[in-house]
């Protein structure tokens, strides 16, 4: 049913990640009914319950100047309407949140959410702290200075080592996912030499959080670990000749990718500054480094959508499946 629109309220503006996630979210935590008109994926639309009220979404044409037809260009106008709303489903009365809380673990001296803001939409970042498994619906771990082995992990291992056996998602992103499997029996050591360069991920194994990549997809590889994985996971990514694992589940909920899905250019422009000399162990320059970030930056956002946005659809899907 096509929707009534006397009622409107439009607001045209260049498109930020964080702050209209966090505004559409507000929005919905308040019951609005919203159109959003975007272009590419509906990554914003994670974060909205399907018990918000009626949502209707309008995909945009392709912007003509658009040089990666799969990645969202930096400003997108984006319009939001408030529309009379002609049916709202019933509300549940177990739904005590109007979207899943998804907690966030920063270990990073710089830490950011970069590409992978948008898709999962409103989080609770930690900086420090351990989230309560009580009151969370899922976990990501992203990236830090230190090795998975280091006893300042200790806690969050544990953390990691419980979820995993309450079934409550998990994704790791590089040393998250080494915490990951050295939760789980798996092995974290030293690379034979550190790792800062871009390389092509190749999908090997059918998986509804890792396995679905834009075409060509390059992710940014910054690390000095490598993992081989738990027992019994599922590697979805093929690995680098003569490398360790690049991405794999363990079990129904739990994911680890060695590389960097949510960088951005803030982010490596930082990681330059503050660790000039972490370059020449890998063998390149920073001029030769930000050449490789030229060309493949601008396909991290998708990259983002496909993983972040995935994990977060299915961290939605498991909450409507415990309420019902």
């Not at 400003?75 to 309407?81: C, G, L, N, Q, Y």
């Not at 060309?295 to 991290?300: D, K, V």
């Amino acid at each position: 049913m096509k929707p009534a629109a006397d009622d409107v309220l439009q607001m045209l503006a260049p498109f930020d990640p964080s702050e209209d996630t966090r505004l559409l979210c507000e929005l919905a935590s308040r019951e609005l009914p919203l159109t959003q008109a975007l272009h590419g994926d509906a990554h914003l639309f994670n974060c909205l319950p399907t018990a918000a009220g009626p949502v209707w979404l309008i995909t945009a044409p392709e912007p003509t100047n658009n040089p990666a037809p799969i990645t969202p260009p930096s400003e997108i106008i984006v319009t939001w309407r408030r529309l009379r709303p002609l049916w709202r489903p019933p509300r549940s009365s177990t739904m005590t949140t109007p979207y899943p809380r998804i907690a966030v673990i920063h270990h990073l001296q710089q830490p950011f959410l970069g590409n992978a803001a948008a898709p999962l939409g409103a989080v609770r970042e930690h900086f420090g702290t351990l989230p309560d498994l009580d009151e969370v619906d899922a976990i990501v771990s992203f990236g830090g200075e230190k090795s998975a082995w280091d006893p300042e992990f200790e806690s969050e291992v544990e953390l990691i080592r419980e979820a995993v056996a309450r079934e409550i998602p998990f994704l790791g992103v590089c040393l998250g996912a080494q915490l990951l499997a050295h939760a789980l029996g798996g092995e974290v050591a030293r690379l034979p030499r550190r790792l800062v360069t871009w390389a092509p991920i190749e999908v090997i194994a059918d998986d509804p959080g890792l396995g679905q990549l834009p075409r060509g997809a390059h992710a940014l590889h910054w690390n000095e670990d490598g993992i081989e994985p738990p027992p019994g996971a599922i590697e979805v990514y093929a690995r680098p000749e003569g490398g360790r694992a690049e991405g794999f589940r363990v079990g129904r909920p739990a994911w680890g990718v060695q590389f960097h899905p949510e960088v951005d250019q803030a982010a490596v422009d930082g990681w330059y500054a503050g660790w000039p000399e972490l370059l020449e162990p890998a063998g390149v320059t920073e001029a030769g480094a930000r050449e490789a970030d030229a060309r493949h930056l601008p396909g991290q956002a998708a990259l983002s959508t496909a993983i972040f946005g995935a994990f977060t659809r299915l961290v939605r899907t498991n909450v409507h499946s415990a309420q019902v």
